[in-house]
Every structure is written in structure tokens, then in C-alpha cells.
């Protein structure tokens, strides 16, 4: 077999089995590269069940956050159980995929191909942990935080260990003088990973999910029997909240209800405005 036809089979074993390059080649030299007899090589072996569990949910796992030099890197990886969330080789897994996203800055295809500590790419190391631990495991989302134009903050809710939880979030903020309001940030990240705000502003919010959250309250307004002219003015009223309750500026302050966000955000401008740039809530698993 030329070297072009193993680099072909071998593609198209990797695409039938998500297993990694070395083991598909192994697989093909055991079987002369027959491509039916390297697929059943690859299960006996138990690295091939890996790409059967990727039709499952995997809506567990761990949110990270990585921190250097005022930037900020987000990285949500999934499992199918809490259980497989807590073992030791997810973890670890997980803690040097947040170094290598920190490096690619957020870029997922980039995090893919690079190497791990052990030689081997990201990918090929995750179909071999897929194999060993039994469970559908992805790399859903990663996003970073430059320190450029802004100063960023981050919180981690049910924190496991530093940096590491099950929601996250990070804000990056204009307008911060060093000893006078640098607290607000990690409260203002706080808040954001509490109150889960969809966009910065009312007329941030996408249309879509603002035109769904209309039809299901004039549904429900009609289905109560209310007459016309009455329901129209309760559905302005209950959009109006939802628009109020989902932007972060519009917000209830969480520290005290009585402020809303924007409200915070003037009280603690000192000599240049306080202004939020940027923001980004993970939530583990929510919306798979």
C-alpha cells in the first residue's frame, strides 16, 4: 500500500471511529488495511466505542476560568454525569486544556491541533479519555479576554478548585481607578453570573427571543379571557419587565434591589465614566 492510500484509509477510519491517528494506522498495519477488520481490531481493543457515545448528551462537566497578566480565558468542557465531572483524569484533562485555551485565546479549531504535555493532540487525547472513561465527552465553547481598552474581572460560582466550577463569568470593564472602585469588577461579575443578563441593553437583546417571549405572553393573555384593549396593555407591561429583567444595565442591583446596575455603575465612576464593555456568562451544560 502506497503512502497516499494509508493516509486515505487512514483518514477514513478516523472519520468512521473518531479514533487517533496512531491507533487507526496501528489498526490498518494489524489488518493489511482492511478497513472492516481495523474497525473491529479498534473494538476489541475498546478505543472504537468512543464515537458510538458521541450521539449521547454530555450536559455535565466543568466551566474554567484562566487568569494572566489582566487577561482572561473561558473554557466549558462536557461530560454526560457529574460523577465522570469529578475523576481525577477529567479534571486534569480539563486544567491543561484552560493553559492551551489561555494560549489560542479562545480559538477552538487552533485548541484542537495543539499538542498536549504528552505529544498528542487535543483531539486525539480526547477520543482516548472518551475510551477510557466510558462517557461522551466535548469541548463546547471557549472565549477570551484581552487586556486591551479595558480592565477584566471574573467570578467562579461553585468553585471545585481555583478557577474551576460549574458557572463562570467574566466582565471587562472602562473606566476603573486602581484603589478607588477595582472591587466593583468582581461584583459586577457576580451579579452577572447570578442574574444570567442576555445582553448589556434592552435594545441588545436578540429580536428572535424577544418576538418568542411576546407570542407566549399574548397566548397566555388571550387563553385568560382578558378583552382586547386590556390585554394589549398587559403585554406591553410583561414585555417591558422581560426586557428590564434580561439586560444587564436595566437589572436589579443584586446587592440591593432598591439600584439598578446602572445606577452602580455612576456611583462608582470617580474621574473617568464607569462603563461595561464586554461580558460573558458560562453555565455548564445550560441550553445543550
Not at 67 to 77: A, D, P, T, V
Request: glycine share 8%.
Amino acid at each position: 500500500m502506497s503512502n497516499k492510500d494509508l493516509l486515505d484509509n487512514i483518514k477514513k477510519l478516523r472519520e468512521m471511529t473518531g479514533v487517533g491517528f496512531n491507533d487507526c494506522k496501528l489498526a490498518l498495519d494489524e489488518t493489511n488495511g482492511d478497513i472492516e477488520k481495523s474497525i473491529e481490531f479498534l473494538r476489541k481493543k475498546g478505543i472504537a466505542k468512543a464515537s458510538k457515545k458521541m450521539s449521547r448528551t454530555a450536559s455535565e462537566g466543568l466551566a474554567l476560568v484562566n487568569e494572566k497578566g489582566g487577561q482572561i480565558s473561558l473554557i466549558e468542557i462536557n461530560s454526560e454525569t457529574d460523577f465522570v465531572a469529578k475523576n481525577k483524569d477529567f479534571i486534569n484533562f480539563c486544567k491543561e486544556l484552560s493553559e492551551i485555551n489561555f494560549i489560542n485565546k479562545g480559538n477552538l479549531n487552533q485548541i484542537n491541533k495543539t499538542n498536549m504535555s504528552n505529544g498528542i493532540s487535543v483531539k486525539d487525547n480526547l477520543v482516548n479519555l472518551i475510551a477510557k472513561i466510558g462517557e461522551k465527552i466535548t469541548i463546547r465553547r471557549a472565549n477570551f479576554f484581552d487586556n486591551a481598552n479595558g480592565t477584566n474581572f471574573s467570578y467562579v460560582h461553585s468553585s471545585i478548585e481555583k478557577g474551576i466550577g460549574k458557572i463562570v463569568s467574566v466582565v471587562k470593564l472602562d473606566g476603573i481607578s486602581k484603589g478607588k472602585n477595582d472591587d466593583i469588577g468582581s461584583k459586577i461579575a457576580m451579579h452577572i453570573a447570578a442574574l444570567n443578563p442576555l445582553a448589556l441593553d434592552k435594545e441588545n437583546i436578540d429580536k428572535s427571543i424577544v418576538d418568542k417571549e411576546l407570542e407566549i405572553i399574548k397566548a397566555e393573555i388571550s387563553n385568560s379571557g382578558k378583552p382586547g384593549e386590556m390585554a394589549e396593555k398587559i403585554s406591553k407591561g410583561k414585555i417591558s419587565k422581560f426586557l428590564n429583567d434580561n439586560s444587564l444595565l436595566n437589572q436589579l442591583w443584586i446587592m440591593d434591589p432598591k439600584k439598578k446596575v446602572s445606577d452602580v455603575l455612576k456611583e462608582n465612576s470617580s474621574e473617568k465614566q464607569l462603563k461595561i464593555l464586554d461580558f460573558i456568562r458560562y453555565k455548564v451544560g445550560e441550553g445543550v
